[in-house]
Nanobody, 121 residues
Framework: EVQLVESGGGMVQPGGSLRLSCTAS????????MNWVRQAPGKGPEWVSA????????YYADSVKGRFTISRDNAKDTLYLQMNSLKPEDTALYYC??????????????WGQGTQVTVSS
């Protein structure tokens, strides 16, 4: 059974930082591209970032470029998202998702359960 378990969310003030983690099991983690997707209250899901299976290539949405960094440790089956200079508009439920970034938004079964990030003063 594929499992993706996110952690590291919380409440932070604007300008602060958080590091999200996603631990994977039930599949060969190192064979899959991985993503972070977020969904704010009352809005549709938004793709945030992707990393290829080997970890050498990364992609970012314009809204987070320069502030967020995606990485992975294939030896630990873990995906990370370092989030710096957080803004109130980054408030959302953040999901770890496996697969191609072009398709991941439509494949809800390949997402974890999410971790809440709230940016507020």
């Amino acid at each position: 059974e594929v499992q993706l378990v996110e952690s590291g969310g919380g409440m932070v003030q604007p300008g602060g930082s958080l590091r999200l983690s996603c631990t994977a099991s039930g599949f060969t983690f190192s064979s899959y591209d991985m993503n972070w997707v977020r969904q704010a209250p009352g809005k549709g899901p938004e793709w945030v970032s992707a990393i290829n299976s080997g970890g050498g290539t990364t992609y970012y949405a314009d809204s987070v470029k320069g502030r967020f960094t995606i990485s992975r440790d294939n030896a630990k089956d873990t995906l990370y998202l370092q989030m710096n200079s957080l803004k109130p508009e980054d408030t959302a439920l953040y999901y770890c998702a496996r697969g191609l970034r072009a398709l991941v938004i439509t494949r809800r079964n390949d997402w974890g359960q999410g971790t809440q990030v709230t940016v507020s003063s």
